[in-house]
């Protein structure tokens, strides 16, 4: 009797399975043979359904460290908003993969359909300033890739220390570093080349985000450099420098510093103005008075223009024009500085304000800004520590503003992503972005600021 019972018992088990069974077959959609490098994110997004429903059309997902390989098959059921139809329903066209691909990469998931891989190759120790300044750095790329993620978009994220020193051939041969979609880095011109090609022969973009001296940015379209050399940055700000100011009265003061490197630029800005017939005067901080004043237009705007970055010159600099405003009331003067002075602002900002200061810079950090307050609270949160004082700029920020520039465009427009003007409509803490296409080669940040120190106690940035 007892052996009747089991074996009744056993018939209804194999019933009860054999239904579920059917049931569970009867939402799938259909079978898909898993490929190289893809992951469970990227197949959901492909086919339009949740993570978890695809996890509960295959229960061996829930296995512990289970893994997708290649050639595997898996079951791919309907949306669970969606009615069952009698044939599978291909992804849609948004979601399909590119119908022509570069590598083998871009065989799976476009990547604007699943996770962005990242790469940071940077100097990322404590050793000495390059590591600190990098470690900020990306820690600020942490921070905007965690905003993103608020914003329904993934990242995936792998970094390698690649100090001064190493050879960063040792970091490309890591597997993972194929698979990524972009990497930030170098911080050395010795690695531009072996990483180029690298990124070349694997279709990634490069993101250099600091100055760098490379003439691969000319040659290489993989290459993002944001930082121009001093001489591009020369000739961009003369060039604004004159659309704005052709009609005020120059005037260069040399400031007898022996260590300065700004001869290159007044130079440059003087052959400019000579060209446009425009008048100009050059005096000495050791002039006399009377001889200091006679360099002054009494009927136009005078622009002031120094030939040192140093925080003694300035200061003597701003001493002298004290001295003549208060004999000279009527005189009107403006100051054009540099970026180097954004240094000093806690002690010369009221100077700044009073000779209504203009200072280029790719770069900004309002410190007095909510935007800028959030994100240094949220950084002591995360990291317990503040970011490096007096630092300009504020590598975090960079590093959020970098990172969230280039990823969201990335997830919008993927390996199409040019970073051109209003591509991605987001607005930075502290860095703008512009980028143009140098030729046949990579892309160049173009955007800087004038940071406009107002008479009425007021800061504008100024974009161009």
Same mark, same amino acid.
């Given at each position: 009797?007892?052996?009747?019972?089991?074996?009744?018992? $056993?018939?209804?088990?194999?019933?009860?399975?054999?239904?579920?069974?059917?049931?569970?077959?009867?939402?799938?959609?259909? %079978?898909?043979?898993?490929?190289?490098?893809?992951?469970?994110?990227?197949?959901?997004?492909?086919?339009?359904?949740?993570?978890?429903?695809?996890?509960?059309?295959?229960?061996?997902?829930?296995?512990?460290?289970?893994?997708?390989?290649?050639?595997? #098959?898996?079951?791919?059921?309907?949306?669970? =908003?969606?009615?069952?139809?009698?044939?599978?329903? /291909?992804?849609? &066209?948004?979601? /399909?993969? @590119?119908?022509?691909?570069?590598?083998?990469?871009?065989?799976?998931?476009?990547?604007?359909?699943? +996770?962005?891989?990242?790469?940071?190759?940077?100097?990322?120790?404590?050793? =000495?300033?390059?590591?600190? %300044?990098?470690?900020?750095?990306?820690?600020?790329?942490?921070?905007?890739?965690?905003?993103?993620?608020?914003?329904?978009?993934?990242?995936?994220?792998? &970094?390698?220390?690649?100090?001064?020193?190493?050879?960063?051939?040792?970091? $490309?041969?890591?597997?993972?570093?194929?698979?990524?979609?972009?990497?930030?880095?170098?911080?050395?011109?010795?690695?531009?080349? @072996?990483?180029?090609?690298?990124?070349?022969?694997?279709?990634?973009?490069?993101?250099?985000?600091?100055?760098? =001296?490379?003439?691969?940015? $000319?040659?290489?379209?993989? $290459?993002?450099?944001? #930082?121009?050399? @001093?001489?591009?940055?020369?000739?961009?700000?003369?060039?604004?420098?004159?659309?704005?100011?052709?009609?005020?009265?120059?005037?260069?003061?040399?400031?007898?510093?022996?260590?300065?490197?700004?001869?290159?630029?007044?130079?440059?800005?003087?052959?400019?103005?000579?060209?446009?017939?425009?008048?100009?005067?050059?005096?000495?901080?050791?002039?006399?008075?009377?001889?200091? #004043?006679?360099?002054?237009?009494?009927?136009?705007?005078?622009?002031?223009?120094?030939?040192?970055?140093?925080?003694? +010159?300035?200061?003597?600099?701003?001493?002298?024009?004290?001295?003549?405003?208060? &004999?000279?009331?009527?005189?009107?003067?403006?100051?054009?500085?540099?970026?180097?002075?954004?240094?000093?602002? %806690?002690?010369?900002?009221?100077?700044?304000?009073?000779?209504?200061?203009?200072?280029?810079?790719?770069?900004?950090?309002?410190?007095?800004?909510?935007?800028?307050?959030?994100?240094?609270?949220?950084?002591?949160?995360?990291?317990?520590?503040?970011?490096?004082?007096?630092?300009?700029? %504020?590598?975090?920020?960079? *590093?959020?503003?970098?990172?969230?520039?280039?990823?969201?465009?990335?997830?919008?427009?993927?390996?199409?992503?040019?970073?051109?003007?209003?591509?991605?409509?987001?607005?930075?803490?502290?860095?703008?972005?512009?980028?143009?296409?140098?030729?046949?080669? *990579?892309?160049?940040?173009?955007?800087?600021?004038?940071?406009? #120190?107002? @008479?009425?106690?007021?800061? +504008?940035?100024?974009?161009?």
């Amino acid at each position: 009797m007892k052996r009747i019972i089991r074996y009744i018992t $056993l018939a209804v088990l194999l019933v009860l399975t054999t239904e579920t069974a059917l049931a569970q077959q009867s939402r799938i959609r259909e %079978r898909h043979e898993v490929k190289r490098k893809e992951t469970i994110f990227g197949i959901s997004r492909m086919y339009g359904i949740t993570i978890q429903e695809l996890i509960d059309a295959n229960p061996e997902m829930n296995t512990p460290g289970y893994e997708l390989k290649k050639g595997d #098959y898996i079951n791919i059921p309907w949306p669970k =908003n969606q009615p069952q139809a009698d044939t599978p329903q /291909q992804p849609t &066209a948004s979601a /399909q993969q @590119p119908s022509s691909v570069a590598r083998p990469k871009n065989e799976e998931v476009d990547v604007r359909n699943r +996770e962005v891989r990242i790469g940071v190759m940077l100097p990322l120790h404590k050793v =000495n300033g390059d590591g600190k %300044r990098m470690l900020e750095y990306y820690r600020g790329i942490l921070m905007a890739c965690d905003s993103l993620r608020a914003n329904n978009i993934s990242t995936d994220i792998r &970094a390698w220390n690649v100090a001064e020193d190493t050879d960063i051939n040792t970091f $490309l041969a890591d597997p993972k570093a194929a698979e990524c979609d972009v990497i930030f880095g170098p911080l050395y011109s010795k690695m531009v080349k @072996p990483l180029g090609d690298f990124a070349t022969q694997h279709d990634i973009k490069v993101f250099i985000p600091f100055s760098i =001296n490379s003439h691969e940015i $000319l040659i290489n379209r993989h $290459l993002m450099q944001v #930082y121009q050399p @001093p001489t591009e940055q020369n000739e961009l700000v003369i060039d604004h420098f004159l659309e704005r100011f052709s009609d005020t009265h120059p005037v260069f003061i040399d400031c007898n510093d022996t260590t300065s490197q700004k001869g290159i630029f007044t130079f440059g800005l003087r052959r400019r103005l000579e060209a446009k017939n425009i008048a100009y005067k050059i005096t000495n901080l050791n002039s006399s008075d009377g001889m200091f #004043y006679s360099s002054f237009s009494p009927t136009k705007r005078n622009m002031v223009i120094l030939n040192t970055g140093r925080s003694k +010159e300035l200061n003597a600099a701003m001493a002298k024009l004290n001295g003549l405003r208060l &004999a000279h009331p009527e005189l009107r003067i403006s100051v054009f500085g540099y970026t180097e002075w954004m240094l000093y602002t %806690r002690h010369q900002l009221e100077n700044f304000y009073k000779f209504d200061t203009y200072i280029p810079a790719p770069f900004y950090t309002d410190l007095s800004s909510p935007r800028t307050e959030r994100i240094m609270q949220k950084y002591r949160w995360n990291f317990h520590c503040d970011m490096m004082p007096n630092a300009l700029p %504020r590598f975090a920020i960079t *590093g959020f503003d970098h990172a969230y520039f280039l990823l969201k465009g990335i997830h919008i427009y993927g390996k199409n992503f040019t970073g051109g003007s209003g591509m991605v409509g987001y607005t930075p803490i502290q860095t703008p972005l512009h980028f143009e296409r140098i030729g046949n080669g *990579g892309l160049k940040n173009r955007s800087m600021f004038f940071v406009h #120190y107002m @008479p009425e106690r007021k800061t +504008e940035t100024i974009k161009f």
